[in-house]
């Protein structure tokens, strides 16, 4: 894909979501922090829940530790693998306020210190609770490069630095967001919705469906 195709696929993909975001549901970086840990290999509506629940009752990293793991775990234990992510949240709590004061870092080595937090999960949070234009890649984020040769690779930070590379400025913010949703929603990964694809067109997959 040349980078006029580029272009006019962002320009396309903001078009139809002019403001986008992620669907965790957040009022502070720490709270993002905890929904993204949560989200790994669970959906957003399944976090949504848990933490709509967790939020009003523990909201800081002190608040969360006199949780305890018991009572974390009856907020969370609705969500996969809650057992490693009781542990690895209380660490991190522990963490934040031992290094950071309670808050959370805008580093991004420091953000991949704490338990449960990797490259893709510090790049949401630069991202989403500080701006910063980073691109976060996920299984949607790396089925959309590969397919539409956005940015195809082999591995996530191959595809990450490919799309760090390929789009413009202008659309590096919010690229993360469009390419989730439009992974999410469109270009699914069983049957994606081609007919429906504001991309159609500029799309390189072979395979294109006729009817969702």
Known sequence: MDSSQVRQLFTRLQAARPKPTTELRYLS?????????????????????ATARLFQVANTPQALLD?????????IRTIGLYNTKTANILKTCA????RHG????RDR?????????GRKTANVILNTAFGEPTIAVDTHIFRV????????????REVEEGLLAATPDEFRQDAHHWLILHGRYVCTARQPRCPDCPIRDLCEYPDKSEVN
């Open 145 to 156: 490069a590969n397919r539409t040769g956005l940015a195809p690779g082999r591995t996530v």
């Open 109 to 117: 080595a420091a953000l991949e210190a704490l338990p449960g937090v």
């Open 67 to 75: 949780l305890g793991e018991a009572g974390l775990k009856d907020f």
């Open 102 to 105: 309670g808050e959370v870092p």
């Open 95 to 98: 963490l934040l306020i031992e």
């Open 29 to 49: 970086p720490f709270e993002l922090l905890i929904a993204v840990i949560l989200s790994a290999q669970s959906t957003d509506k399944k976090v949504n829940e």
